[in-house]
Nanobody, 121 residues
């Protein structure tokens, strides 16, 4: 069983930055960040295979967000720069035993409780 605990959300003005963290207990192969706003489906933001450097990003965040991992600390990060109001959402960390990154929520078996990110204009 894998448990995921996110932190680092908050409120920031447009153009600002935030870094989300996700501490994982248990073995994971692929991890990712997703986000969801009320009334909309959960969408993939970024994903990485925990062995190697293969990563996927949603087109909407390419060049602004960076996913990284510290395997020694079992921690996944999402550095978010140049934030926009449309980035406002609940952000979730997720993990799966798949051996390839994915932006599809259905591919992930384990989920954190979420951390809110609010970007004001």
């Amino acid at each position: 069983q894998v448990q995921l605990v996110e932190s680092g959300g908050g409120s920031v003005q447009a153009g600002g930055s935030l870094r989300l963290s996700c501490v994982a207990s248990g073995y994971t192969r692929t991890m990712g960040w997703f986000r969801q706003v009320p009334g909309k489906e959960r969408e993939g933001v970024a994903s990485t295979y925990t062995i190697g450097s293969l990563t996927y990003y949603a087109d909407s965040v390419k060049g602004r967000f960076t996913i990284s991992k510290d395997n020694a600390k079992s921690t996944l990060y999402l550095q978010m720069n140049s934030l926009k109001p449309e980035d406002t959402a609940m952000y979730y960390c997720a993990a799966t035993t798949l051996r390839t990154p994915s932006l599809w929520p259905a591919d992930f078996d384990y989920w954190g409780q979420g951390t809110q990110v609010t970007v004001s204009s």
